[in-house]
């Protein structure tokens, strides 16, 4: 395939478009990386249909209703390789907090008639129903990450995404601990790096925006968290946002429920 | 005239899945359905029990278009109901985060998603491709130059992590400024040849007598505060609203639908805001606008991308004034005291007015949220358009007909991921 540019789709499952968006959203870059790739498909930018195989399929959201388990067969079916962009495609969103939740109430709450809802009990990421080649963190994706996911792609290499935590990336940006110093509760520990430990840098603790780092441990982090006046309350709702879906993640806030 | 159905599967460059539906009998329109198929997400449901500090971040992850408006109507609602007054510095400070928010949604829409519509491409790709690469490079120096408001006070563009009840987690000093103040100096010349393009395209002859609802602020064009007016001599405070608005849940959408409680439609966003406040825009926004051919009360729902336009230049010059004028507070946010409350507030999300209402406990948990999001609102007028804008076109190709349907349907930029999300074009003919 040595000339050919590779073809790309943009799928969307339940999400809010932003990880998406953090592609239009390079703009330094986007005329660049369209000319690298063949954007074949991807609604949010460009009328063109769903049809062929795609070289590379990037796949953002994920799975909530019976349309989109189906969906997403197919689209794994006509792809070379699927990753996925984003916290909800990689662990299921904020919106997996309807998994630990009773659905019809949930329902019953936001619309009027609930028998026009056609939606699954779980939000689930899309390794659970296929098989991915490579996940991007994230809520949303760090643009920087996507650039570079695209260009190792293009070039046939691994990208570069560590996977240790933004504690790392918070001292080597030189920030004062927020929980050393402050006696915040901070994610920072236990999760992965990515944003360039943002929160930190602006006085405010993580809250896990990446998901788990590789081999977290959240029971210690939970300890020390408790010690510093943390509710088991105020803990579940920490590992209760937006990657609670995550083994790591959801393990730990099960073991502070209310 | 013979039967026949005209589809479209996937209406895109909109934010979110849709789908519309024609129903054509014996040559009128008898029907019209915006479909709104975004897979429901529930946040009104999962907001209960949280605390009150977490609603920004969590309700800025309803969209990703426009996550400051999310968090500006939460905070505004939460201050409300605890009573927290907050420093007129940082008020300004907000302001200038929800200019960055206009400037790269607006940019987005007109240069990506819309103006394919009136040049006749695809996409914002094959544009470029096709000779209007200037047009679009210029758009994404726009765009880029709101980002970097919102990333420099929040934190990064999608999902800023800066913004909490009561103000900032960090202030920016004045010096963070300057980098950004180069950028405006450009942009503000680049919104000005924006606002030109938008005008050069041709537009469908297209008018109707709507409601225009949106914010009014005594002495500013309306963002953040203000109280919710229409041309039909509403004049409201948000904790109002739900006395004067209300939703329905129609078997064909996923988003509930807005109307005037007599349960007329009526139409939020750019146009409303334009036409309800132009003499708040600036100097030289007023001057683009002028020179574009808009008239003081524009009907033309299809030159709503010169409304964008303008209000993006209408934000950069007021992202300068802010940053020119800018002292930093004494602190970065006010004390906040959690007590049992109902508390309300509407911001202008840029796809128009954004309501939240929460009921709040003493212990500082969400014991209720509504949230109303302009697409929803817009849905029925959305709907009238299309009834009223293709009956004398359905001798037309097909093409033709599926065309204007979307364009008409881009006019309000819907974001279908605030609404709830998908566009499929159905037209039925029996």
């Not at chain 1, 690298?36 to 498909?41: F, G, K, N, Q, V």
């Not at chain 1, 056609?118 to 991007?136: G, N, R, W, Y």
């Not at chain 2, 849709?18 to 029907?31: M, S």
């Not at chain 2, 790709?125 to 929040?154: P, Q, R």
Request: glycine share 8%; aromatic share 8%; hydrophobic share 40%.
């Amino acid at each position: 395939m040595a000339g050919k540019k590779p073809r790309v789709g943009v799928f969307k499952f339940s999400s809010c478009d932003g990880c998406q968006l953090s592609l239009l959203d390079c703009e330094d870059e986007l005329l660049a990386v369209a000319g690298a790739i063949d954007i074949a498909y991807f609604p949010e930018a460009t009328r063109a249909d769903d049809v062929g195989h795609y070289d590379l399929a990037l796949v953002e959201g994920s799975v909530t209703t019976p349309h989109e388990a189906k969906a997403i067969q197919s689209i794994r079916e006509r792809a070379t390789s699927l990753i996925t962009i984003g916290a909800c495609a990689t662990s299921g969103g904020i919106q997996a907090l309807k998994n630990m939740a009773d659905v019809k109430a949930y329902t019953a709450i936001v619309y009027a008639r609930p028998e026009f809802i056609v939606t699954l009990d779980t939000a689930t990421p899309i390794s659970d129903h296929v098989k991915v080649d490579f996940e991007l963190r994230g809520c949303p994706i760090s643009k920087h990450q996507l650039i570079e996911l695209i260009s190792a792609y293009v070039a046939g290499r691994k990208p570069q995404t560590p996977p240790h935590s933004t504690c790392i990336e918070c001292k080597l940006a030189g920030h004062v601990c927020v929980m050393v110093s402050k006696g915040v509760a901070c994610l920072g520990p236990v999760t992965h790096a990515g944003c360039g430990a943002l929160c930190p840098g602006y006085n405010r603790g993580c809250y896990g925006c990446f998901g788990p780092k590789e081999t977290p441990n959240t029971a210690s982090l939970s300890g020390q968290l408790s010690e510093n006046g943390a509710s088991a309350g105020t803990i579940h709702r920490l590992f209760s946002t937006f990657n609670v879906n995550a083994p790591a993640f959801r393990a730990e806030a099960k073991a502070h429920a209310e | 005239m013979p039967n026949k159905t005209i589809q479209v599967d996937l209406l895109a460059r909109v934010e979110g899945e849709g789908a519309f539906k024609v129903v054509v009998e014996n040559g009128r329109v008898t029907g019209t359905e915006f479909r709104i198929f975004e897979p429901p997400r529930f946040f009104e449901a999962f907001l209960r029990g949280r605390q009150y500090s977490e609603a920004p971040d969590i309700t800025a992850r309803i969209c990703g278009i426009c996550p400051v408006a999310y968090q500006m109507s939460s905070v505004h609602a939460i201050e409300a109901a605890f009573g927290v007054n907050v420093d007129d510095r940082i008020r300004t400070l907000r302001r200038l985060l929800y200019c960055g928010e206009w400037i790269e949604s607006h940019v987005l829409h007109v240069a990506m998603l819309h103006a394919p519509d009136f040049l006749g491409f695809e996409g914002a790709f094959d544009m470029a491709a096709a000779g209007h690469d200037a047009a679009v490079k210029m758009a994404l120096e726009l765009k880029k130059a709101g980002n970097e408001i919102v990333s420099v006070l929040g934190g990064r563009e999608v999902h800023p992590i800066n913004v909490r009840v009561g103000g900032f987690y960090k202030a920016p000093a004045k010096r963070d400024f300057a980098h950004l103040r180069e950028s405006l100096l450009r942009a503000r010349d680049l919104a000005e040849r924006f606002v030109d393009w938008t005008a050069s395209f041709d537009f469908p002859d297209k008018e109707r007598d709507y409601t225009f609802v949106s914010l009014r602020h005594p002495n500013e064009y309306p963002m953040n505060n203000g109280q919710i007016v229409s041309n039909r001599g509403l004049n409201i405070a948000a904790s109002q609203f739900n006395d004067h608005f209300r939703e329905e849940h129609v078997a064909h959408s996923n988003a509930l639908q807005g109307f005037m409680t007599d349960g007329s439609a009526y139409l939020c966003g750019p146009l409303a805001r334009y036409n309800l406040n132009r003499h708040l825009l600036s100097e030289r926004a007023l001057a683009a606008a002028k020179r574009a051919g808009l008239q003081e009360t524009c009907l033309n729902p299809f030159k709503s991308i010169i409304v964008r336009a303008v209000e993006t230049l209408y934000a950069v010059d007021e992202a300068l004034r802010i940053i020119d004028g800018y002292e930093e507070p004494d602190a970065a946010y006010a004390e906040v005291v959690p007590r049992d409350a109902v508390g309300m507030a509407a911001t202008e999300a840029p796809r128009g007015l954004l309501f939240h209402r929460y009921r709040l406990t003493a212990d500082g948990a969400i014991a209720e949220a509504q949230i109303v999001p302009p697409t929803s609102q817009n849905q029925p007028t959305i709907e009238a358009d299309l009834a009223s804008f293709i009956g004398d076109l359905l001798d037309r190709p097909e093409d033709e007909i599926r065309h204007l349907c979307e364009q008409t349907i881009r006019n309000y930029d819907p974001c279908i991921s605030c609404a709830t999300h998908f566009l499929k074009l159905d037209i039925v003919r029996t």
